[in-house]
Structures are given as structure tokens and as C-alpha cells.
Nanobody, 120 residues
Framework: VQLVESGGGLVQPGGSLRLSCAVS????????MTWVRQAPGKGLEWVAS????????DYSDSVKDRFTISRDNAKNTLYLQMSSLRTEDTGVYYC??????????????RGQGTQVTVSS
């Protein structure tokens, strides 16, 4: 199982980024997937999850209406579209091959993470 995140970077407040997570070793469509993040000096924070059937999507209150989780099963890639970014969105973002209840506890295969820095 391998997950590789990309798309992070430095962006100004109010800007947008799209994170990608390319997976291999399993079929993306068969798994619930989650994005979590970790700010400097803080623990893991759940961001968003998508069910294996694609109809169930959940977002933390802090990112609701600004972030969108999606997947392209044909490309075996998970995405996180982030808009209206705030300084408090800064952190390392990880995709996790697990549902919310496990991912938020650090359980599940995950990638190396991609750094998102929101700063003027």
C-alpha cells in the first residue's frame, strides 16, 4: 500500500490549492478515505472524509464550505480542493486510507504528507 500526497505549497490568505493523493496497492473505490492535517506543535486534526460509495462526504466545521473532498477512481487519486484559505489552515496534510473514526486517531495507511503554508 502506498499513498503519495502532492500539491502543497505557499499561498496567501484567501487563495486556493488542490491537494492530490495518488494511491497504489489497493483499489481506491473500495475504501473510505480521509484527509487529516497537523499544524506545528499540535496533534492530528480531521479535515474531511469520503465514503467508498462517494455519496457520503463529511467536513470538519473549520473547513466546511471552503474545502471539497473528491476522488477519481479511474486514476486511483484522492483530491482536496481548498479555497478561501486562512492562516490557521497551515500544516502538513495527509491522506489516510481509513474512515474518519480511525483516521482521526492516527490509524490507517497514510502518505508522507504535503506542506501547506498560508501566509502573506
Amino acid at each position: 500500500v502506498q499513498l503519495v500526497e502532492s500539491g502543497g505549497g505557499l499561498v496567501q490568505p484567501g487563495g486556493s490549492l488542490r491537494l492530490s493523493c495518488a494511491v497504489s496497492g489497493f483499489t481506491l473505490s473500495s475504501r473510505a478515505m480521509t484527509w487529516v492535517r497537523q499544524a506545528p506543535g499540535k496533534g492530528l486534526e480531521w479535515v474531511a472524509s469520503i465514503n467508498s460509495n462517494d455519496f457520503g462526504r463529511d467536513y470538519s466545521d473549520s473547513v466546511k464550505d471552503r474545502f471539497t473532498i473528491s476522488r477519481d477512481n479511474a486514476k486511483n487519486t484522492l483530491y482536496l480542493q481548498m479555497s478561501s484559505l486562512r492562516t490557521e489552515d497551515t500544516g502538513v496534510y495527509y491522506c489516510v486510507a481509513a474512515p474518519r473514526v480511525l483516521a482521526r486517531r492516527g490509524i490507517g495507511d497514510r502518505g508522507q504528507g504535503t506542506q501547506v503554508t498560508v501566509s502573506s
